[in-house]
């Protein structure tokens, strides 16, 4: 009896020390399925929301809160692919807090972002499909999920083959890398899609309506172009029909619109940037945030200091 609980003993401590650290699994649907839901079926408790493509899932995170500004809280609501439409930025903005008083929506503009194809937003018809009880299974039994499903034998095999690099965070962001980097790999999938879609006039003019509204509903507005890569914005802008200047000069005044240098930061394919660069640029911003919130304080100190 004694030899069975021994040897019980240790197949248990065999299997956690497995569980605990065998790497997170980076294709693992169960695990993949709960960040995207979690994300998409957030409550609305934030006070700062980040909205776009690929490029704010994995360009922001929550770095972008200075530590004495513990008390917000903050969700990138960014996806693969989507488009900034009017239905997408409604839904980013039943995340904020109604109780909050300086919201702040920050909205990264990208070529991509505003073609016809990426306005579709067939991805966030999926995630809306997800059922209740799935949700309630990833939003209270995540944790679990993460520890039973761990990496597939295959993927560990590959795991330097694979070469991509990727923490699902729980503010929404996901810090990436490659660990053989090439700054020109993402430009062929980009030139063969602006060849296929492009951004049009119907678009923009949709966004910069629904943008300038939201602007002048009350809510701080930051909006910019997420960096790339030099290469990368010679390709978009000469072969998407994105048009930065018309998008920055028809901003409502109230919208802030922020330039980044590219060779500020670096990528990891031409178009993400890695982890290290992504909390620089999300470091950044909260400088921008910041500014909002010394002004507020201030408007609340002296009324009438506006007006004078």
């Known amino acids: 009896m004694n030899r069975f609980i021994q040897l019980f003993a240790l197949i248990l401590i065999l299997i956690l020390t497995v569980l605990v650290f065998i790497p997170k699994p980076k294709k693992n649907i169960v695990f993949l399925n709960s960040f995207w839901s979690n994300k998409y079926h957030a409550t609305n408790t934030f006070d700062i929301v980040a909205c776009g493509d690929s490029r704010i899932f994995r360009g922001l995170s929550s770095d972008l809160i200075s530590p004495k500004r513990s008390n917000l809280s903050f969700l990138n609501f960014g996806f693969s692919s989507i488009g900034l439409s009017n239905d997408y930025l409604n839904l980013s903005l039943s995340k904020f807090n ?12 990208t070529p991509h972002s505003l073609t016809d194809e990426a306005f579709k937003n067939l ?16 939003r209270y039994f995540s944790s679990i999920s993460k520890l039973i499903y761990r990496i597939k034998p295959t993927e560990l095999l590959n795991f330097k083959k694979n070469n ?6 729980s503010d929404g962001w996901v810090a990436s890398d490659k660990i053989i980097k090439d ?10 899609t602006f060849n296929k879609y492009g951004v049009h006039h119907k678009e923009m003019a949709s966004f910069l309506e629904s943008i300038n509204r939201i602007a002048n509903s009350g809510i701080h507005v930051i909006a910019f172009r997420p960096p790339s890569t030099l290469q990368m914005e010679i390709l978009e802008d000469s072969t998407s029909g994105f048009d930065e200047n018309f998008i920055k000069e028809n901003l409502d ?28 640029f999300s470091k950044m911003i909260m400088q921008e945030i910041e500014s909002i919130y010394k002004k507020s304080l201030i408007l ?3 009324p009438n200091s506006s007006s004078q």
């Open 98 to 109: 109604p109780l909050t008083k300086n919201k702040v929506l920050l909205v990264g503009v």
């Open 123 to 138: 991805i966030l018809e999926e995630y809306n499909e997800i059922k209740l009880f799935d949700q309630f299974i990833y």
């Open 164 to 169: 991509y690099l990727e923490r699902y965070n």
């Open 183 to 192: 700054s020109t790999w993402a430009l062929k999938s980009y030139r063969k």
């Open 253 to 280: 005044s109230s919208v802030i619109w922020m330039d980044f240098n590219n060779a500020d930061f670096n990528s990891y394919d031409g178009s993400h940037l890695t982890e290290k660069s992504a909390v620089k």
């Open 300 to 302: 609340s100190q002296h």
